[in-house]
Every structure is written in structure tokens, then in C-alpha cells.
């Protein structure tokens, strides 16, 4: 099955978001849940999420493309989680 390029970058930002949720839930001080995940499995989903979301993305880019795409999306998620997270605690705070 031949995906569209569009597709198969749209599947690995999905996939790199969804990585890099697993590894902040994992997280002793993240804001979205009461506990966090276990750490080993938040990881190993985690690094296995961003592996896959680097090889599709690989399938239309070079691979460095990948890499630096992957990474600087990272970066932006690792800011905007905790954020949010900060947001969900201030929201619940409000009368």
C-alpha cells in the first residue's frame, strides 16, 4: 500500500506526539494524571513511538530531515505538555 507523502508525515507527527506523551506521563512530575505512568514501559512506548515517527518520516525526507524534524517537535511538545498541564490545575483552582 503506497501512502501519500502528506499521510505518512501526518502519521509520524501523530506518532512523535504520542511518544513523547508516554514519556511525560512517565515523568514523577507531570500535571495530567494523579499518578504517573510506570517509567521502564512510559519509556520503551515512548522511544519506540519517536523510533517509528523517525522512519516514516524518513520515507519522504532525508533522514537528518527526519531527525531535526523529529527532535524540534520534540522540543515543542516537552514545552507545551507541562503547560497544559499547568493550565488544567489553574483551571480546576478557578471558582
Known sequence: MNLS????Q???????ATGAASLYLGARNQRWLSRPLPGLWSGVI???ALLLGV???SRTVQLSTAIFGTLALLMLLFIAFPCLGALRTFIRKAP
Do not use: D, H, N
Not at 507523502?5 to 505518512?8: Q, Y
Not at 501526518?10 to 512523535?16: E, G, L, N, P, R
Open 46 to 48: 515512548g522511544a519506540a
Open 5 to 8: 507523502p502528506e499521510a505518512l
Open 10 to 16: 501526518f502519521a509520524s507527527c501523530i506518532s512523535v
Open 55 to 57: 522512519f516514516l518520516w
